[in-house]
Nanobody
């Protein structure tokens, strides 16, 4: 069983930066695909960024050039560096762990609020 704990959310002004972190326990972290999603009130949960087991990254068009996903397999963490934040980046950010057997695990989420 995999447990994920996100941290780093908060309130920031537009143009500011935040770094989210997700710590995993259980599972084989080094071969997992890791992702960040976000969900605004009343909206669906959308994929923000992905990092594969090989370290390849993919981003939603809305965050390209502003967000950076990274992983530290030794520390079993995945991070999301968010720069030049916009009010539309606000929402609950969730970490997702996809195992090599395609099992999916989610964290509890961390709130990000960007004020204009």
């Amino acid at each position: 069983q995999v447990q994920l704990v996100e941290s780093g959310g908060g309130l920031v002004q537009a143009g500011g930066s935040l770094t989210l972190s997700c710590a995993a326990s259980g599972g084989i972290f080094s071969i997992a695909q890791l992702e960040w999603f976000r969900q605004a009130p009343g909206k669906q949960r959308d994929l923000v960024a992905t990092i594969t087991r090989a370290g390849s990254t993919h981003y939603a068009d809305s965050v390209k050039g502003r967000f950076t996903i990274s992983r530290d397999d030794a520390k079993r963490t995945v991070s999301l560096q968010m720069n030049s934040l916009k009010p539309e980046d606000s929402g609950v950010y969730y970490c997702k762990f996809r195992s090599h057997l395609s099992q999916m695990y989610w964290g509890q989420g961390t709130q990000v609020t960007v004020s204009s």
